[in-house]
């Protein structure tokens, strides 16, 4: 009689996102190992099945074990899962490399762009690893880690070149709760993904500064509509943006308080500095590190993004918050399309 070994997935590292994506694949039936940076964590999860740092209130399943090990982490996995942020892909992943298996499918849940180089995450993965890009896949979409724990309904896209490689994650990570779908527009989800962040710390900004649902839904709407420009130009499907990875996510993220992009945005709207935002928010805000590399891919194809040139202008403190909102509202009326 033969065995058939169950899927499995290595997911770096034990972020709030990577401990909620590990869960909907431990939920999903594939066998899962995180790599935690600390032992205590490691040790936490093995033996309490709880993430300490991010969830102390959630029971994780019992195929999900930790380790600090990478290569213990990655021996015979299907799928590697990379949570970690986007600034330290390059670093992290060029010291991982060696213990990546040959068929091992490299999954994308990073939503920022490289600083500098102006990369996305699947472009660093094939240029630092050296694997086809068929062996490569993006996960994203609308999904808030806290309400994926409590196992609120959630789907996401995933993406591939490889329609096969997209299969195989969407069918390990399909459960009850988490509703994957399947796309070939890898450029397009990623750059959802990441222009979203700065969209949402506009829409933060606005709320802080006590503007009203009628300028948040226009940023939101607005948000979008730079956001294709900018995928259209690089080569996306339009039909992404308003997807799963488009518009689900940007909704999403723009409208929760639960999202650290908008939570940051409104602290700036308040009043507070760059760095006492930095301090009030914690954990990695993508759209501040992204801002820069995201508009200097919009001058690099010829894109118009006034929002996205605002909110960088701010971050950088070249002007106030009174002068950003002018330079949204006084720029000359035009066609909507």
Not at 29 to 35: A, E, F, K, L, N
Not at 178 to 204: H, M, Q, W
């Amino acid at each position: 009689m033969t065995s058939h070994r169950s899927t499995r997935a290595a997911v770096f590292s034990a972020g709030s996102w990577g401990t909620a994506v590990a869960k909907i694949l431990a939920d999903a039936g594939t066998s899962v190992t995180v790599h935690a940076r600390r032992d205590e964590t490691a040790d936490a999860i093995n033996t309490t099945h709880r993430n300490p740092g991010y969830f102390p209130d959630i029971e994780l399943p019992i195929n999900l074990n930790a380790t600090t090990d990478p290569a213990a982490a990655l021996d015979g996995a299907d799928f590697l899962v990379l949570s970690i942020p986007a600034q330290s892909l390059r670093a992290n992943l060029a010291a991982w490399a060696p213990h990546i298996g040959p068929d091992t499918v490299i999954v994308s849940l990073m939503k920022g762009i490289e600083q500098g180089s102006h990369l996305r995450a699947s472009q660093i993965i094939t240029e630092v690893t050296g694997v086809d890009v068929g062996r490569v896949a993006v996960l994203s979409g609308p999904n808030l880690a806290r309400e994926i724990m409590d196992g609120q309904p959630a789907a996401a896209t995933v993406a591939s070149v490889d329609v096969g490689a997209a299969h195989r994650f969407q069918k390990a990570c399909h459960t009850g709760y988490f509703r994957p779908y399947t796309s070939t527009d890898v450029t397009g989800c990623e750059l959802g993904g990441a222009v979203k962040n700065v969209i949402a710390l506009a829409v933060g900004i606005a709320s802080g500064m006590g503007l009203g649902h009628n300028a948040q839904a226009m940023l939101i709407t607005r948000g979008l509509a730079e956001t294709t420009r900018l995928g259209i130009a690089m080569g996306a499907d339009p039909l992404t943006f308003s997807g799963l990875a488009g518009m689900g996510d940007l909704v999403a993220t723009c409208s929760s308080p639960l999202s650290r992009n908008r939570t940051f945005g409104t602290h700036l709207g308040r009043g507070l500095s760059v760095q006492e935002a930095t301090a009030a928010t914690r954990l990695t805000t993508e759209g501040v590190k992204s801002a820069e590399a995201i508009l200097a891919l919009s001058r690099a194809h010829d894109v118009e993004m006034p929002i996205t040139q605002v909110v960088s202008a701010l971050l950088h403190e070249k002007v106030t918050l009174d002068e950003a909102a002018a330079a949204l509202m006084q720029r000359p009326p035009k066609s909507e399309r």
